[in-house]
């Protein structure tokens, strides 16, 4: 009786075993293919500048200007995985006179890689939202990388004279698109 | 064994294995003395994933690996876990106490252990499948991010007594030394992304961040001054440089009737010190992002927003102790047994009243901490005696990986020798790269009885 229990028990041993090779078809070599693509949106810059603050004691004052360090592509993810940015910008001027918008996208030596620049007419009691868009892909992404700081410039065309009491203001809202194409392969 | 989830329903009060004492220190398990064949008493691996099969993810089907990764996390939510856990007895042995009238027995071993388990952390990976911009509005949880992975050693020393004809007690303690652990289970926070109001920016985002992620035994192996080799520092350090923990597993065994039986037992109810190679990095804080917003005015310094929010949620790296709990498992079983055994008429060495039953029907139910909702198995079990010392069992489970989880295990002595093998999921082992789950054990032992 033994040796007849023990083969028995080998038999199904070497069955579940044998059970264990029947696996379909896989190809774990897929990992390669992994390629990820998300697409993320995030506000860019904003300001909203009140009519009275183009007057300073009484005197109009036509050019603004600021500059802010922005260096996004010091992450990896964003210097080498970015495959297309897209910009998008709102601009609502509802004080009576006309400005132009400079964006000044400025590398680390502090030269200019290029100038985004928005025409806003003056507001004359309608509707007044301008949108404007900026694709960066290819070459123009590639300089865009350099970027270390963004100068802001705003000219106030001539026009009815501002008082500290004048109505309405200059508001931009903006925000990017970031196409990515991360790949597992690359 | 079914191990992360550790719930060895197969091995469960299957009492011809000296091993069932590891589920349950008062099994009803005798012998003179017994001891398993280094390294080849216990082996077990397991592999458990709710929500999708390796099957799913590798298939070589010509369907595109991303669409699939896009169904499998698209199938998923952040409750299901995968999870694989290995074990290696290294020794093990046991032996009565008092002379041949005693009913007492001392039993010990160490065993090897690596575990895993993650949940699906679900909302970062349509973070990185599609990004936030489908997603306007959604609150992405940070919380999903659940992981823990441990390699340990474990050593234990046991005792169960049959106090009389209807009850045995056991109890076993247990020292965890552990190589290597990685904790990161009580997460928060999100990322969340809506559109701004018209006073603001286009959106209106938000990041509130409690990341931590624990390590012991780890973070010497991630510089880049370290050239040892990984494998053999681990094992090192898994027997004699881990961190040291302590715990208890208490279990027992009462008969209602003499084919009426109930078990009970907790199993790792212990924690580990983590003390040895501790690293704990953390990102914790929270930052509105508004975008570079000049403010036209000449006296402030040129700001930085990535600055600002590399202030605000500060990666800090802490060397601090820290304990982990083991994760307690409570098995519990009802037996009925019917049939007397025909093997025993034949034989002479047992009186009428030890003779033994052929069948037996019970159920158990299993549960387990988990960092989640606890882990609870249901399972419905038929052993039946097949000749004299060769008895088989075949279980069906109902838990999270699964609703159709049949198991079939054989454990047979011939002379001194005592074999086992114990399989799971047999349904699926048609094809096991479909399953969601599965997990194989086996073992031999040397038990000497009295009769020997």
């Keep these: 009786m033994k040796p007849a229990g023990m083969s028995k028990f080998t038999t ?107 025409n806003v007419p003056a507001y004359a009691g309608t509707n007044n939202v301008l949108n404007f868009t900026e694709v960066f892909e290819n070459q123009r992404l590639v300089k865009l990388k350099r970027l270390q700081k963004i100068g802001f410039v705003i000219n106030m065309a001539a026009g009815p004279p501002l008082t500290e009491n004048s109505p309405g203001s200059l508001k931009l809202r903006s925000a990017g698109t970031l196409n990515f194409d991360i790949e597992a392969e690359d | 064994m079914i191990c992360f989830s550790q719930n060895k329903q197969i091995l469960y009060n299957f009492t011809s294995i000296p091993q069932s004492l590891l589920v349950n220190p008062g099994a009803d398990v005798s012998y003179k003395y017994f001891f398993g064949i280094p390294g080849l008493s216990g082996v077990s691996a397991n592999f458990g994933s709710s929500s999708f099969s390796v099957y799913d993810l590798f298939a070589d089907n010509g369907v595109d690996f991303n669409d699939k990764v896009r169904n499998v996390v698209n199938k998923s939510s952040n409750k299901d876990k995968i999870y694989t856990n290995q074990q290696l007895e290294l020794f093990s042995g046991g032996f009565r106490i008092g002379g041949e009238e005693s009913r007492s027995y001392i039993s010990f071993g160490g065993y090897q252990e690596l575990d895993f388990l993650m949940y699906v952390p679900k909302d970062m990976a349509i973070l990185a499948l599609d990004g936030n911009r489908d997603y306007i509005g959604k609150s992405f949880n940070l919380g999903d991010i659940n992981l823990r992975a441990e390699v340990l050693s474990v050593f234990h020393v046991g005792f169960h007594k049959k106090m009389n004809d209807k009850l045995v007690l056991g109890g076993r303690v247990k020292l965890y030394s552990s190589g290597a652990n990685a904790n990161s289970t009580r997460n928060s ?146 037996e009925y047994s019917f049939g007397k055994s025909r093997f025993d008429q034949d034989c002479s060495c047992k009186p009428p009243g030890e003779r033994q039953y052929v069948n037996a029907v019970g159920a158990q139910l299993f549960t387990m901490t988990m960092p989640k909702d606890p882990f609870v198995a249901f399972t419905a079990f038929y052993k039946r005696r097949l000749l004299r010392k060769l008895e088989l069992k075949t279980t069906y489970t109902v838990d999270s990986f699964s609703y159709k989880n049949i198991g079939l295990g054989i454990a047979g002595t011939w002379g001194k020798l005592n074999m086992y093998f114990l399989v799971d999921n047999v349904l699926e082992y048609k094809d096991i790269t479909k399953t969601n789950s599965a997990a194989f054990q086996l073992g031999i032992n040397f038990v000497f009885q009295d009769q020997d």
């Design chain 1, 12 to 118: 199904l041993l070497v069955f579940v075993f044998l059970s264990f090779s029947c696996s379909g078809d896989l190809d774990f070599d897929q990992i390669d293919d992994l390629k990820l693509e998300p697409v993320v949106v995030a506000n860019l810059t904003y300001f909203n500048i009140p009519a009275k603050d183009f007057v300073d004691n009484g005197n109009e004052q036509s050019i603004a200007f600021d500059a802010q360090d922005f260096n996004p592509f010091r992450n990896s993810l964003m210097r080498e995985e970015l495959i297309k940015a897209e910009f998008n910008f709102e601009i609502r001027n509802t004080v009576n006179r006309a400005y132009k918008i400079d964006l000044v996208l400025i590398d680390s030596q502090n030269n200019t890689i290029e100038t985004l620049s928005f």
């Design chain 2, 189 to 334: 926070g999100f990322i969340y992304t809506t559109n701004g109001t018209t006073d603001q920016n286009i959106y209106y985002q938000y990041i509130s961040s409690n990341l931590e992620l624990q390590t012991s035994g780890i973070a010497a192996f991630t510089k880049d001054e370290y050239d040892g080799n990984i494998t053999n520092d681990l094992i090192y350090n898994t027997f004699f440089n881990g961190s040291l923990g302590l715990g208890f597993d208490a279990g027992l065994t009462y008969y209602f009737r003499k084919n009426l039986q109930f078990t009970a037992s907790i199993i790792d109810v212990g924690f580990i010190r983590h003390t040895k190679d501790i690293e704990t990095l953390t990102y914790k804080g929270s930052y509105e992002y508004d975008g570079v917003n000049p403010g036209f005015d000449f006296t402030n310094e040129p700001e930085n927003v990535l600055d600002d929010f590399q202030k605000a949620i500060p990666r800090d790296t802490l060397y601090n102790k820290y304990t982990t709990w083991r994760p307690a498992k409570f098995n519990t079983s009802v």
